[in-house]
T-cell receptor
C-alpha cells in the first residue's frame, strides 16, 4: 500500500530549465494538493484539485502549472525555474476537501 | 495577522513531562483542526484531528479545541525523546478548499 508517491526525490535545475514533478495516490482520494515548504514559512499551498478535471490556484501559484491527469495523478510543472523556487515540494491527497491530508515523501528542488 | 499562528519554539521539556503546544487561528468559521508531526527531512504525518469543542484523546495525545477563544492545543503526556519533532497545526479556512498550515513548533524532549 504505497499511499502517495512523488518523483523525483531530489532535483537540481539551472535557472530557466523546466521540469515536472509527478504525484500519484492509490487511496481513491478525490482531492489532491501541491504544497511547498520553506524554512520558517510552513507549508504553503501552490495548487489543488478538488476532483478529477478541476484545478484551482492556492496561495503561491505564480511560476507553476498543474495537471490532474486522472483521479490518481496530479503533476506540477515549472516552466522556467527560478532560484526563488528552491524548496521542498509535497504532494498530498484527501478523501474530501476537509478530510485529513496524506502526504508524499517530498521532492527537494534546488535551482541554481 | 497570520491566519494560523504557532510559536516557533524550540519548546524544550524533560523526558516524562507533559508538552503543551498551542495554535491560534483567525477565521471564526473554521470547522476542522489537524495536528501533524514532522521529523527533520521527512513529510508531515497526521497525529490527530478535532472538529468539536472540548478534548479528544488518543493514547498519549490530547487535542483541545476552544472555538470561542480561537485556539487549539496539543498535549503530549509522558513525552519521549522520539517525540522531538516539529508539530504543525492546520485549519480549514472558510472560503478555501484546502487546509492552511501554521509554521510549526519545534519540540525538543531532553533525555
Amino acid at each position: 500500500n504505497a499511499g502517495v508517491t512523488q518523483t523525483p526525490k531530489f532535483q537540481v535545475l539551472k535557472t530557466g530549465q523546466s521540469m515536472t514533478l509527478q504525484c500519484a495516490q492509490d487511496m481513491n482520494h478525490n482531492s489532491m494538493y501541491w504544497y511547498r515548504q520553506d524554512p520558517g514559512m510552513g507549508l504553503r499551498l501552490i495548487y489543488y484539485s478538488a476532483s478529477e478535471g478541476t484545478t484551482d490556484k492556492g496561495e503561491v501559484p505564480n511560476g507553476y502549472n498543474v495537471s490532474r491527469l486522472n483521479k490518481r495523478e496530479f503533476s506540477l510543472r515549472l516552466e522556467s525555474a527560478a532560484p526563488s523556487q528552491t524548496s521542498v515540494y509535497f504532494c498530498a491527497s484527501s478523501a474530501q476537501e476537509d478530510s485529513p491530508l496524506h502526504f508524499g515523501n517530498g521532492t527537494r528542488l534546488t535551482v541554481t | 495577522q497570520k491566519e494560523v499562528e504557532q510559536n516557533s519554539g524550540p519548546l524544550s521539556v524533560p523526558e516524562g513531562a507533559i508538552a503543551s503546544l498551542n495554535c491560534t487561528y483567525s477565521d471564526r468559521g473554521s470547522q476542522s483542526f489537524f495536528w501533524y508531526r514532522q521529523y527533520s527531512g521527512k513529510s508531515p504525518e497526521l497525529i490527530m484531528f478535532i472538529y468539536s469543542n472540548g478534548d479528544k484523546e488518543d493514547g498519549r495525545f490530547t487535542a483541545q479545541l476552544n472555538k470561542a477563544s480561537q485556539y487549539v492545543s496539543l498535549l503530549i503526556r509522558d513525552s519521549q525523546p522520539s517525540d522531538s519533532a516539529t508539530y504543525l497545526c492546520a485549519v480549514n479556512t472558510e472560503g478555501r478548499r484546502a487546509l492552511t498550515f501554521g509554521s510549526g513548533t519545534r519540540l525538543q524532549v531532553q533525555p
